[in-house]
Structure formats: structure tokens, C-alpha cells
């Protein structure tokens, strides 16, 4: 079964424009191109627009993008690695859902409001005795004046660029991509860029960062937010190779 560009550009979301874009690109070619120089498109092609689409969502571009499929063509293998990532921010926009819903529940109801209950998935106080055990009182108090500023859009879009971040270095781990990879450094100046914010835009120094990669294995509750074992060491290696080139 074969679709047409203006089919696929419909039912996708996109454009032909695009399609022709991606495929001067060596990302997407047609499957064939008619005696009317009309473009068509099989279920292969389907998929690979798909796998593109998902890793476009996650802010890699073009190129990041062609590497990342060339390096791993078994389209149900990183199909499943895609379905996880969704699957993990599915389950954290319900808990997000779930806790608003709560609140507006009680406010309708006249009920009192429970704390525990209005910042369930929000509480960035849980880890304060160790962030102070480990960097200071000071760093966290900074830490914190600094997340408390930001007001509640800052803090949704400071959270939406960390779970992009992870699940972009994600992606890129699953694809065989090499810790140092362009890329993966762009993925690491994003995550360095984010960690400087939030310690309150005191810049890491490449000690201190390598340092922080090397938390993400050691502490399983970091390993586990990137996946594993596996995931952590290679974001950690990423923040070796970024601290080398950019911050020594």
C-alpha cells in the first residue's frame, strides 16, 4: 500500500514542503516518484516519518536525527524505546493531572486543601537535608529563592526542559550514539545550561560537573531517572566529555 505526499502531509500533521525538506535531507526519500513526478510513499517510509516526527518532539534536529537513524535500523527496537520515554511522561503529566484535579475537587467541595496533596509531583524541598550535607546551606538557600522566583510558569517550563533534556540523552544512548557525539555535546550544553540555572546561575565548574555525572551512577535514584545503570554512565561520560572541551 503506497500514500501520496499530500495523503502522508495530511494525516501526519506536516506539510509537503517539509516532506521534500526531509528528503533533500537524506531523511526521508520516496518510496518511488511517479511518471507525473508525484511522490509516494510505502509502510516503511510510514514508520521512519514516525521515528522522525518523535525525535524532532524531543529537539534534536536534522542531523542529530540522521545519525541517530542511521545507528539503529531495527525500527521495532527503538520504537520501544520511544513507547518507554512517552510512557514515563505519561505517567508523570497523570500524577500532574491527578494532583490538580484533587484541588479542584476540594475548592469546588469547600474542603480544606492539604498541602501533601496540591504539590504532590512539585516538592523540590524533599532532598534538602542532603543537598545541604553535600554542597551547603547556602547553596540550597540560594537554590531555593532562586525556584521560588521563578513563579509557577517558570517552574513548569524549567521542568519541561529537564524531561526533554533526559529524554532526548535517551534516545541517543538507545541509537548507539557516542557519549561524545555532536549531538550528545549539544544535548550536554543544554543539560549544563540548566544546572547552572538551577544553582541559582552559580556556573559548575568542570570539577563540579563531572562531579555531578559521576552522583548520577552512584546514586540510584539518579541512575534510575536516567534509565539505568547504563543510561546514567553514559550521560555521565557525555558530562566528562563536555567538562574537557568546554570547561577545562
Do not use: C, K
Request: proline share 3%.
Amino acid at each position: 500500500m503506497e500514500w501520496s505526499i499530500q495523503q502522508i502531509a495530511r494525516l501526519s500533521g506536516t506539510t509537503s514542503r517539509t516532506l521534500r525538506h526531509y528528503d533533500e535531507q537524506g531523511l526521508l526519500p520516496p518510496t518511488r516518484v511517479g511518471a507525473n513526478g508525484y511522490r509516494y510513499y510505502d509502510e516503511a517510509a510510514l514508520v521512519r516519518l514516525q521515528r522522525i516526527l518523535l525525535l524532532r518532539q524531543l529537539g534534536l534536529g536534522l542531523p542529530a536525527i540522521a545519525e541517530l537513524l542511521d545507528g539503529q535500523t531495527d525500527d521495532v527496537a527503538a520504537l520501544t524505546t520511544h513507547r518507554a520515554l512517552l510512557e514515563q511522561e505519561r505517567d508523570r503529566v497523570e500524577r500532574l493531572i491527578a494532583t490538580v484535579t484533587t484541588t479542584i475537587e476540594r475548592l469546588e467541595g469547600g474542603q480544606e486543601l492539604m498541602a501533601e496533596e496540591v504539590f504532590d509531583g512539585f516538592d523540590h524541598t524533599q532532598y534538602r537535608e542532603e543537598v545541604e550535607q553535600r554542597w551547603g546551606a547556602d547553596a540550597y538557600a540560594r537554590s531555593d529563592r532562586w525556584w521560588r522566583g521563578l513563579g509557577s510558569e517558570g517552574q513548569a517550563a524549567f521542568r519541561e526542559e529537564a524531561g526533554a533534556i533526559t529524554t532526548a540523552l535517551a534516545a541517543a544512548h538507545a541509537a548507539g550514539a557516542s557519549p561524545d557525539a555532536p549531538e550528545v555535546q549539544a544535548l550536554m550544553a543544554r543539560h549544563y545550561a540548566w544546572v547552572r540555572a538551577g544553582w541559582g546561575g552559580t556556573a559548575p565548574s568542570a570539577e563540579a560537573f563531572v562531579g555531578l555525572g559521576e552522583m548520577y551512577v552512584a546514586d540510584p535514584r539518579f541512575a534510575q531517572h536516567y534509565g539505568g545503570a547504563e543510561g546514567a554512565a553514559f550521560v555521565r561520560d557525555a558530562m566528562r566529555a563536555y567538562a574537557a572541551s568546554e570547561l577545562g
